[in-house]
């Protein structure tokens, strides 16, 4: 089972940021928190993923709260092409690599 | 575009049937993996390849095998066919098991 909690939906206005929660509350001290999504169809896209810190790339930016319990990902101006599913991934960076998926979250960017 | 590569795009068969579905890893990348996504069942992880040697098995059915070959490209057999495999398959491949995966487009089955 997935190990991580997200809320089934978000609406977001384009141009706007949109700020993606996720509960992991159960997460060890190994476990990092991976970030994908999914267009329609398309295969899952890799956003970003965090250990502790916070991080930021061209796509996004990963706040990570202090007890690692929750994290945030935010996608600073969304357009209309950032509508897809968003899935919060605790996976831990040892030698058996598969990815277990939830439910994720279906962002809708509206104009 | 990932760098990682699945034929066919799409495959239509019937039931009872064999399919073979290909992927190539990005450049590099030793390690590959099979998910599959149905409608009712989401992304879910059937087996993964590092160097050639299997490493991991998830819910995969015994209908179902999968190799990775010498050049690192992997091939994932069905067979038998069921209607309820109908689903997008996806190869996703990583520089070792600990890093990062990156998908490929995925192969669209469907059984008729």
């Known amino acids: 089972d997935a190990k991580t909690t997200q809320p089934p939906s978000m609406d977001c206005a384009e141009g706007r940021a949109a700020n993606l929660p996720c509960n992991h509350s159960?997460?060890?001290?190994?476990?990092?928190v991976y970030w994908y999504r999914q267009i329609h169809s398309q295969g899952p896209q890799y956003i970003i993923h965090g250990l502790k810190n916070n991080e930021t790339n061209e796509m996004a930016s990963l706040i990570i709260t202090e007890d690692r319990k929750s994290s945030t990902l935010i996608l600073p101006h969304a357009t209309l092409r950032d509508t897809a599913v968003y899935y919060c991934i605790v996976h831990y960076g040892g030698s058996q690599g598969n990815l277990i998926f939830g439910k994720g979250t279906k962002l809708s960017v509206k104009p | 575009d990932s760098g990682v590569t699945q034929t066919p795009k799409h495959l239509i068969t019937a039931t009872g049937q064999r399919v073979t579905l290909r992927c190539s890893p990005r450049s590099g990348d030793l390690s590959v993996y099979w998910y599959q996504q149905s409608l009712d069942q989401g992304l879910q992880f059937l087996i993964q390849y590092y160097n050639g040697e299997e490493r991991a098995k998830g819910n995969i059915l015994e209908r179902f095998s999968a190799q990775q070959f010498p050049d690192l490209h992997s091939e994932l057999n069905l067979s038998s066919l069921e209607l309820g495999d109908s689903a997008l398959y996806f190869c996703?491949?990583?520089?070792?098991?600990?890093?990062?995966?990156?998908f490929g487009p995925g192969t669209r089955l469907t059984v008729l």
């Open positions: 996703a491949s990583s520089l070792i098991p600990e890093n990062t995966q990156y």
């Open positions: 159960t997460i060890s001290g190994n476990e990092y």
